[in-house]
C-alpha cells in the first residue's frame, strides 16, 4: 500500500517539477512518512521514476484501446478531431497524463535511454492502433495507404502536443483550427 502511495505522490511531483525538481524529501513528506522509508521501497529517485513509468504507459495505453472501441461507429473524422481534443483536456486535468506528455518530449537526461524505449514503444501501439483505425475506414480515406494515413496524424498530433506544452491552450487550439481542416481535406480528398 504505501509503495502504490509513494508512486502515486510522485507522480504528480514528476509532472509539476520533472524529474530533476522532484524531491524524494517532499514526496515523502506529502505520503506521510520519512524519506528514508522511501528505500524500503525503492533504491532512490531513479528506480521510483522508473517504476511510475510503466504503470502509466499502461493506463495510457488502454485509454486508447477504449477510446478507438467505444468510437468505432463514429465517422473517422469525428474520431480523430476527438482524439486530438482529448490529449488537451487530458492533459489539462490529469497529472498522469501531464507526466507522460513531458516524459515524451523532455526525456530526463540521465534517463533518456530507458525512458525513450517506453516511449518508442507507446508509439509504436499508437501507430498501430491508427493503423487499424485507418484500414477499417478505407472509404473515408480513399487511396491512401492505412499505415501511412497513420503516420501523417501522429505527425499532426506530435506538432499539436508540442505547442500544448510550449505554448498553452489557446496556441494550442489556434493551431488546431488552422491545421485541422487542411489536413482532413487533403487526407479525406485524396
Not at 95 to 117: S, T
Amino acid at each position: 500500500m504505501t509503495a502504490n502511495r509513494i508512486k502515486e505522490v510522485a507522480l504528480t511531483h514528476f509532472a509539476k517539477k520533472g524529474y530533476e525538481g522532484a524531491s524524494l524529501s517532499h514526496v515523502a513528506k506529502e505520503v506521510g512518512i520519512k524519506t528514508p522509508s522511501i528505500y524500503a521501497h525503492f533504491k532512490g529517485k531513479k528506480d521510483l521514476f522508473l517504476h511510475v513509468i510503466p504503470e502509466v504507459i499502461e493506463i495510457e495505453l488502454c485509454f486508447l484501446n477504449d477510446y478507438f472501441n467505444r468510437t468505432r461507429h463514429e465517422p473517422l473524422q469525428v474520431r480523430l478531431y476527438d482524439l486530438i481534443m482529448q490529449y488537451k483536456e487530458r492533459y489539462e486535468h490529469s497529472a498522469r497524463v501531464k507526466f507522460w506528455m513531458r516524459m515524451m518530449f523532455f526525456p530526463p537526461i540521465a534517463l533518456q535511454e530507458p525512458v525513450m524505449k517506453y516511449v518508442y514503444d507507446y508509439l509504436d501501439r499508437l501507430e498501430e492502433l491508427l493503423t487499424e483505425v485507418f484500414s477499417d475506414c478505407q472509404t473515408e480515406i480513399g487511396q491512401n495507404n492505412p499505415n501511412q494515413a497513420a503516420v501523417s496524424f501522429m505527425c499532426l498530433l506530435d506538432g499539436l502536443l508540442v505547442e500544448m506544452l510550449y505554448g498553452g491552450s489557446t496556441r494550442f487550439e489556434k493551431r488546431v483550427k488552422a491545421s485541422w481542416d487542411i489536413y482532413w481535406k487533403g487526407l479525406a480528398n485524396s
